[in-house]
Every structure is written in C-alpha cells, then in structure tokens.
C-alpha cells in the first residue's frame, strides 16, 4: 500500500501546541481513512482559521470502481481522535457527506485545556 506522511502547518505563536497536534492528527486519520475505505477517491483537506477557532476538514467522495467500506462503527482511530478533540475543548463530526465521508473538527484557540 501507499504509505501516508507529510505535516499540517496549523502552529505558530497563536496556536498551542496541542492544537497543532490535534489537527495534525485529525488530517492523518482522515487520509488513512479515505485510503482505506475509498482508494482512488479525491480528498480535500482544509484547514482555515475562523476568529478564535482552528476548522479542520478532510473530506473524501465515492470514487469509480472503488466500493467504499463503512459498516456505521467506528473504528478505534476515530475513537482516539474523538478523545484527542475533547481534550483541547472542541468539537468532532465525523459521518456520511454527499456519498462520501467527512471529519470536521473545531478546535479552540485560546486557552487549551
């Protein structure tokens, strides 16, 4: 298989560490995902600044020939992701999006807990 690496530049002097880090995560679990469950399907990722809050995306939609895999559980990564969102104080979406699938997360600038 294809080996997923690379970096989200969500860090700087306004977004703590463990911001950075969760959004970093969020975008490495939705690529492994979308690899997984819907190879050869174009991905957006997004990852965009709105006032105090990090708004993370990765998207994915059906691709030809590829039958997406999704029996409705979620899977020990999204749990861990789920875990890694809630303890900087934001908020998760994860589920079907047009045919494919998406992870959005909001994620608190200020104060990380």
Do not use: K
Not at 21 to 29: I, K
Not at 86 to 95: D, I, S
């Amino acid at each position: 298989g294809t080996e997923l690496t690379g970096e989200v530049a969500a860090d700087g002097p306004d977004v703590p560490v463990s911001v950075g880090l969760t959004a970093y995560r969020l975008v490495q679990e939705g690529l492994t995902n979308a690899q997984r469950h819907a190879p050869g399907a174009a991905v957006l990722v997004r990852v965009a600044r709105r006032g105090a809050q990090l708004v993370v995306e990765v998207g994915n939609g059906p691709s030809a020939g590829a039958a997406a895999v999704h029996d409705g559980a979620p899977g020990t990564g999204l749990l861990g992701l789920r875990e890694r969102v809630a303890a900087v104080g934001g908020e998760l979406v994860a589920g079907p999006d047009g045919g494919g699938h998406l992870l959005r997360a909001v994620l608190p600038l200020g104060a990380a807990r």
